[in-house]
């Protein structure tokens, strides 16, 4: 079946560092892709998406490539913030768009 | 548009109560789901919705019960709380249609079980 598999954490960083979040799908089809942010005490936020191969999503600085070639989506974003401390989920909906498959989320915490 | 809305935010049980975790969206979604996130994991879909009148179990839908009477409505029923549903509740929707597949999540309902 359709499932998500994404980095383990927890990752530190220093501010201004360089971030990378690996996260690797298995699908049939042609699924959409997301990336998520939890912020303490919060629900879940959508941060960017991709729908096709070769899209590349982008928000707030934070980037992902949809690569079918590799299957992969990871996330990137150039110079990290303390204010980027949060839980990133890797995630896609099926074909029918009615599932949604969630990794496990990564912890990110940056230091000043 | 106030999205998608959990009450309570907090509530502790004892084991055997029952409650109901209460979910409602203004945005005319026809997609509704329940996810239970234990710490340190991923979200786990408990059940969800297609729309009114259709339900339909998730991975984990033991001891639990939803029904979906209106479209903005999908109530979450613990029947016989047990120490192992402690966790936290999040409501989730979204519109099924081209370029609109994105789940918008309420802000989650932490439960304890004791």
């Known amino acids: 079946g359709d499932s998500v598999t994404q980095m383990e954490g927890p990752v530190t960083l220093s501010e201004e560092a360089f971030l990378t979040i690996n996260c690797t799908y298995t699908a049939t089809g042609y699924p959409s892709l997301f990336w998520y942010v939890q912020y303490p005490g919060e629900g879940l936020q959508l941060l960017l998406k991709a729908t096709k191969a070769d899209d590349k999503g982008s928000n707030k600085g934070f980037e992902a490539t949809y690569r079918k070639e590799t299957t992969s989506f990871h996330l990137e974003k150039g110079s990290v913030q303390v204010s980027d401390s949060a839980v990133y989920f890797c995630?896609?909906?099926?074909?029918?768009?009615?599932?949604?498959?969630f990794g496990t989320g990564t912890s990110l915490t940056v230091i000043p | 548009n106030a999205g998608v809305t959990q009450t309570p935010k907090f509530r502790i049980l004892k084991i055997g109560q029952s409650m109901t975790l209460q979910c409602t969206q203004d945005?005319?979604?026809?997609?509704m789901y329940w996810y239970r996130q234990d710490p340190g994991m991923g979200l786990k879909l408990i059940y969800y919705?297609?729309?009114?009148?259709?339900?339909d179990k998730g991975e984990v839908p033991n001891g639990y019960n939803v029904s979906r009477s209106t479209t903005e409505d999908f109530p979450l029923r613990l029947e016989l709380a047990a120490p192992s549903q402690t966790s936290v509740y999040f409501c989730a929707s979204n519109l099924l249609a081209p370029g609109y597949n994105e789940q918008f999540f309420g802000p989650g309902t932490r439960l304890t079980v004791l």
């Open positions: 919705s297609v729309g009114a009148g259709i339900t």
């Open positions: 945005m005319n979604h026809n997609y």
């Open positions: 995630a896609l909906s099926d074909n029918t768009g009615n599932q949604f498959y």
